[in-house]
């Protein structure tokens, strides 16, 4: 299995978010967005904004398995 480390920010997520928007025009907003969290190592899109906000800054571990899973459930 593939797994990409990334850093994550905010406006990382915002760019995610918005090429999925018209990648995935038919899937609800709020179920891309739990996908992104999922892909990105997180139990929520809110988790994942709140660590993508921390001083710190975060590597994500990209897995597009997950991703694809939330979406499928």
């Known amino acids: 299995m593939f ?3 990334i850093p ?3 406006g990382g997520i915002d760019l995610i ?7 995935l025009p038919d ?6 967005c739990e996908a992104i969290a999922r892909g990105l190592g ?3 899109y ?3 904004l709140a660590a993508a906000k921390a001083e710190t800054p975060i590597t994500a571990h ?10 499928t459930d």
């Open 46 to 48: 809110a988790a994942a």
């Open 62 to 71: 990209v897995r597009g398995d997950l991703f694809t899973a939330y979406l």
């Open 42 to 44: 997180f139990r929520t």
């Open 3 to 5: 797994i990409l480390k």
């Open 27 to 32: 899937v609800k907003s709020s179920h891309r």
């Open 17 to 23: 978010k918005a090429e999925l928007t018209h990648k």
């Open 8 to 10: 994550a920010s905010a």
